[in-house]
């Protein structure tokens, strides 16, 4: 089958490789019909997530159609249309009984590299690095998808690829920051980054009934594109970030922040961001910590900091005097898929939204090397890339 594969620092490339085979009898195959690009691929793309080897295969938002079951597999049959959570859950160990599903103590077969780099594994993950396992991806024409029955969304009316491929990863991992922030009717909500999550984090905003919702980037499509969404923008190339937030706040400062940017942090005027880069370089910083500096400072006291932005190491100059002076809470994780899927789902259907508006480019698996570009560098108002197999 063709495969989008990793080779080294932005050196990704359609190859041919194996049809994946049923490994446990609780796999399925699944004929890939849709599937997408991530921020999250894009740490990738850009060597900052250790763990990767040559040649594997990358992409965790994906959806299709099963085309083989294994023997265990009750709940789904060939035929079947699935979205497929980008956390491999097993449905059965106590954190995916907790509905922690995305820190499932069994999916992680590499469970030594999780113990050593976190203090404790994590779950496997689709097309990410060894340290979650090293499962091969989805933006390939075919994936295996293992613990099938607990984790694929069955899709069972008209609704297209585009409305419902997204609750593989953006659309919860948006609703879980905002759910996380536990808003309140007279909250402002600010949240860091108007790439894919953040505009699931601005319509989620909407949808649990903030009182107000900023969004914050420098690229201004995605500010339009989340200002249609009902957020006020913040430039933060041409405005002062914290000025203006204290301003729509009556100098409080924001009730609830919310990071949508992770590890790789634009720099800024701030010094403190030029500090990252130069770290960064050096490798003496593993990831730069710009926007959660800036939401620790800027968030009103007693207030929630949400992180679904991606960090991957350790960070420098963190200020805990103003989190614990203030009393903040963090919270962050990657998603916990399944625990929103049947409400989201149920929301696409009842028309509450339609998560197709984030897509801007639709193009060929063959086109992937040039959509990580393009997609990085916020090319040709690229948002959100589809890909079909
Ligand atoms: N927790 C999870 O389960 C989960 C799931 C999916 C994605 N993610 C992570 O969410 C983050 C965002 O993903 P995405 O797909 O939207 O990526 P993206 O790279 O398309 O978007 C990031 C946006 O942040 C903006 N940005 C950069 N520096 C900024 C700054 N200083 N202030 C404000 N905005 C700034 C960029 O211009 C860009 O538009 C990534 O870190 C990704 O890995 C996490
Ligand atoms: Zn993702
Ligand atoms: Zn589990």
Same mark, same amino acid.
């Given at each position: 089958?063709?495969?989008l ?7 990704? @490339?359609? /190859?041919?490789v ?9 796999d399925? !195959? ?30 965790? /938002? ?5 085309? /083989? ?8 049959? $060939?035929?079947? @249309?699935? !979205?497929? =959570?980008?956390? %491999?859950a097993?449905?059965?160990c106590?954190?995916?009984?907790? &509905?922690?599903?995305? #820190? ?21 993950l689709?097309?990410? $690095? ?8 989805g933006?390939?024409?075919?994936? @295996?998808?293992?613990?099938?029955? #607990?984790?694929?969304i069955?899709?069972?009316n ?25 808003v309140?009717?007279? *909250?402002?909500v600010a ?8 505009q ?5 905003? %909407?949808?649990?009934?903030?009182a ?7 690229v201004?499509?995605?500010?339009? +594109?989340?200002r ?5 923008t ?11 937030l204290?301003e729509?706040?009556s100098?409080?400062?924001?009730d609830?922040?919310?990071?949508a ?20 370089a050096?490798?003496?910083? $593993?990831?730069?910590?710009? !926007?959660?500096?800036? +939401? +620790?400072?800027?968030?009103?006291? &007693?207030?929630?900091?949400?992180? =679904?932005g991606?960090?991957t ?13 203030k009393?903040?809470?963090?919270r ?13 789902? @149920? ?5 509450? %939204? ?5 897509i801007?480019?639709?193009? =060929?698996?063959? /086109?992937?090397?040039? +959509?990580?570009?393009?997609?990085? *560098?916020?090319?040709?108002?690229? !948002?959100?890339? #589809?890909?079909?197999?």
């Amino acid at each position: 089958m063709k495969a989008l594969c990793y080779h080294s620092k932005k050196d990704v @490339r359609v /190859e041919t490789v194996p049809d994946p085979q049923i490994q446990d009898p609780k796999d399925v !195959v699944v004929r890939v019909t849709s599937t997408a690009i991530c921020g999250s691929d894009l740490h990738l793309y850009g060597g900052f997530v250790l763990g990767l080897k040559r040649g594997d295969v990358l992409g965790h /938002e994906f959806m299709g159609e099963v085309v /083989e079951t294994g023997s265990a597999v009750t709940r789904l049959k $060939t035929g079947d @249309r699935v !979205v497929v =959570p980008f956390t %491999i859950a097993c449905g059965e160990c106590s954190q995916c009984r907790r &509905g922690y599903f995305s #820190v499932c103590e069994t999916t992680n077969p590499k469970r030594q590299l999780g113990d050593l780099a976190f203090g404790h594994s994590t779950a496997g993950l689709f097309g990410y $690095t060894h340290l979650t396992g090293g499962y091969p991806g989805g933006q390939a024409e075919y994936v @295996r998808v293992p613990h099938a029955d #607990v984790g694929a969304i069955k899709i069972e009316n008209g609704l297209t690829d585009e409305q419902v491929l997204f609750l593989s990863d953006i659309f919860p991992t948006g609703w879980q920051a905002v759910v996380q922030c536990d808003v309140q009717p007279t *909250d402002t909500v600010a949240i860091w980054g108007a790439g894919p999550v953040g505009q699931f984090c601005v319509r989620s905003a %909407i949808l649990l009934g903030a009182a107000q919702v900023i969004c914050i980037d420098r690229v201004l499509d995605r500010l339009s +594109m989340a200002r249609a969404g009902g957020a006020v923008t913040i430039d933060f190339e041409t405005e002062s970030v914290l000025d203006r937030l204290n301003e729509l706040t009556s100098g409080r400062g924001p009730d609830k922040c919310i990071d949508a940017v992770g590890l790789e942090a634009h720099a800024t005027a701030s010094l403190d961001s030029v500090y990252d880069r130069v770290k960064q370089a050096a490798m003496l910083e $593993t990831d730069r910590p710009h !926007v959660l500096r800036e +939401m +620790m400072y800027v968030c009103r006291p &007693g207030g929630v900091l949400s992180v =679904p932005g991606v960090y991957t190491g350790l960070l420098d100059k963190v200020p805990m005097g103003a989190v614990m002076n203030k009393g903040l809470t963090i919270r962050t994780g990657q998603t916990h898929v399944n625990r929103w899927a049947d409400d989201l789902l @149920r929301r696409v259907q009842e028309g509450q %939204i339609d998560p197709s508006f984030v897509i801007t480019h639709t193009v =060929p698996l063959e /086109e992937a090397p040039e +959509m990580y570009k393009t997609f990085r *560098d916020k090319e040709d108002g690229c !948002v959100k890339v #589809v890909l079909k197999p």
